[in-house]
């Protein structure tokens, strides 16, 4: 989407986890600065364009002021370190998300977790479900879930290439409003 701000500062809610660290290492290498928002910010080692400030992604105000500045904002709902896991805490979240990050100014988010909720129903609370699906469809922001990648425990090159393809989503501002799968296996080289 063309008439979305240019993407310079991207907080990252998650870390450390080895997807967070995936996508943290592929902004850095693209030279974009990027804030680590975590409970303790001394857990997190220095390095030239990163940054750690604490907050929690489950409470509005939080996130409104520890996203502050950014232009946007990406959550690994289903981190080691997040454990957002279930439709309850999934909940809560993106409520909060989507009402923290319009306060502070952040246009841009990307939520990478299990979005079977979109899916199914299986017993979740009704209204919960219908309240969450109608707020992303009104919210303002250029949103997009993104599945987390598989589980195969081979391949830091598959994580790369998996943290490459969201970051790409990103800073192009495709798939806006949308739900994305994304194939974190390398792709074949064709033949010439």
Known sequence: MSDLRPIDKIALYGAPDRVTDALQDVLLERGLQVVVIVDDPTDIAARPGLAAKSGTPLQADSVARSVAG???????????QLRIEGFERTYDAIIALLEGLPT????????????????RDDGLPADKLEHLQHSLHKSPLAWTLVEAPGTEPNAFMTLQHYACSVIDQCL?????????????RPQAEEAP
């Open 70 to 80: 950014m232009d946007a904002v990406i959550v690994v709902l289903n981190s080691r």
């Open 104 to 119: 502070a100014g952040v246009e841009r988010l990307l939520l990478i977790g299990e979005h079977g909720w979109l899916d």
């Open 172 to 184: 192009q501002g495709t798939s806006v409003k949308q739900r994305l799968h994304v194939d974190s």
